[in-house]
């Protein structure tokens, strides 16, 4: 049961959290819209799980060459395939279902959401650049489930933010794991063929260009004049220190903790993230309330 959880990757749930973000920045705070948004955040759930299980079936081989990955449930021989394929079947039928209770709309979303990482799992994940941009088109699935799924028109302000920080993350995660190739003197085409694509000097243009606009775009949507008007206040202004300081410490944690390749674990366990997405959170709920 141990090695079955690790296979599903329970901690990854908090990039689901994306789901909830259009319901708080559009004031629909009301009890069927945040009951839908948790249904669609349970659904992706089930779909991020079975994402996982099938990007692991599909790469038994190149991450029993991983210096990491290798102690995987599935390259380690602790799950075996057949089983992990049964698991797949009933977590994307769960996610269907349950999307399905939200919306038509929420259940194309996490559909698209499966039929995307299938072509990335198949081919798209060893094409350039390219394979960032599939990475952040799943986020933005996820941004349009709790916008669009919920009735609620998304501002392109909320799609642009989202973009560029998906995008940054993205590119800092290539950019750990080109690090821990470096340290670990392991073959690029052995664990991921399309890092051999990539060079450190292009990663770090990729993620300054990306990061500097994450900061410009939620700048500019904290004091444009819509964003004033949606929720009578101009002191959103006051939230982004905190998202350049998550900014900076994550490049910090990337460059001398050895860490980004596992974002969701990155920010459970370091102290500094943490502090400061739940003080983001609360002043923005303190603005916005």
Same mark, same amino acid.
């Given at each position: 049961m141990q090695a079955i959880i690790k296979l599903l990757r329970p901690h990854q749930y908090i990039k689901n959290g994306f789901v909830l973000v259009g319901p708080l920045f559009a004031h629909q705070w009301d009890i069927p819209t945040?009951?839908?948004?948790? &249904?669609?955040?349970?659904? *992706?759930?089930?779909?991020?799980?079975?994402?996982? %299980? /099938?990007?692991?079936?599909?790469?038994?081989?190149?991450?029993r060459a991983h210096p990491v990955k290798r102690s995987r449930p599935l390259p380690s021989g602790k799950v075996s395939p057949a089983m992990a394929k049964g698991l797949f079947v009933l977590l994307v039928a769960s996610s269907l279902v349950t999307a399905a209770f939200v919306? &038509?709309?929420?259940?194309? *979303?996490?559909?698209?959401?499966?039929?995307?990482? %299938? /072509?990335?799992s198949w081919r798209l994940k060893h094409v350039v650049i390219l394979d960032v941009f599939i990475i952040s088109a799943g986020f933005m699935l996820r941004i349009l489930a709790g916008t669009?799924?919920?009735?609620?028109?998304?501002?392109?302000?909320?799609?642009?933010?989202?973009?560029?920080?998906?995008l940054? &993350?993205?590119?800092?995660?290539?950019?750990?794991?080109?690090?821990?190739?470096e340290n670990s003197g392991a073959d690029g085409n052995q664990t991921r063929r399309v890092?051999?694509?990539?060079?450190?000097?292009?990663?770090?243009?990729f993620i300054a260009v990306t990061a500097a606009c994450t900061v410009l775009s939620y700048g500019l949507y904290t004091v444009s004049p819509q964003t004033t008007a949606l929720h009578g206040s101009d002191s959103l202004i006051w939230t982004l220190p905190f998202v350049i300081y998550g900014i900076f410490r994550y490049l910090f944690l990337l460059h001398h903790q050895a860490k980004g390749t596992d974002t969701?674990?990155?920010?459970?366990?370091?102290?500094?993230?943490?502090?400061?997405?739940?003080?983001w959170i609360g002043v923005t709920l303190w603005v916005l309330s």
């Open positions: 945040l009951s839908s948004a948790l &249904l669609a955040f349970v659904a *992706f759930c089930f779909m991020a799980s079975a994402v996982y %299980v /099938l990007n692991d079936l599909m790469d038994i081989e190149a991450d919306s &038509l709309e929420a259940q194309c *979303f996490t559909a698209i959401y499966l039929l995307l990482n %299938v /072509l990335y669009l799924g919920l009735g609620i028109t998304p501002s392109a302000w909320l799609l642009l933010c989202g973009l560029m920080v998906t940054f &993350l993205g590119f800092a995660k290539r950019r750990a794991e080109l690090l821990m190739l890092l051999d694509d990539y060079s450190p000097a292009m990663l770090e243009q969701a674990k990155d920010l459970l366990t370091d102290g500094h993230l943490l502090l400061t997405v739940f003080s």
